[in-house]
Nanobody
């Protein structure tokens, strides 16, 4: 049984930093995509960044240069380093995973469809104050 558990959320001041973690258990695929999504109050879930099993990453425009997605395969953990935080980054953050086959050109962080990604975490809250 696959489980994704996020941690690292909390409160930060504008301009501050937080690092989110997503620890995967029971997830033993060689080829996959993993991604971070966020959902602000009253808004839909949107993709933030994604990374493939071979390390290719891509980002939503508003976080480029501020957020970095990475992974530690030995620890089965996905990270999202968030720097230069802004109040508009306030949201519940979720990680998601999708096993893939063969080579992966890119992982579609822009696909926020709950049914596209096979596994989701429960989320961790990030609140940024001005």
């Amino acid at each position: 049984q696959v489980q994704l558990v996020e941690s690292g959320g909390g409160s930060a001041q504008s301009g501050g930093s937080l690092r989110l973690s997503c620890t995967a258990s029971g997830f033993s695929y060689s080829h996959y995509c993993m991604a971070w999504f966020r959902q602000a109050p009253g808004k839909g879930r949107v993709g933030v960044a994604a990374i493939s099993s071979d390390g290719r990453s891509n980002y939503e425009d508003s976080v480029k240069g501020r957020f970095t997605i990475s992974q530690d395969k030995a620890a089965n953990t996905l990270y999202l380093q968030m720097n230069s935080l802004k109040p508009e980054d306030t949201a519940m953050y979720y990680c998601a995973a999708k096993p893939r086959s063969g080579s992966i050109r890119s992982c579609p962080y822009w696909v926020a469809d709950y049914n596209y990604w096979d596994y989701w975490g429960q989320g961790t809250q990030v609140t940024v104050s001005s």
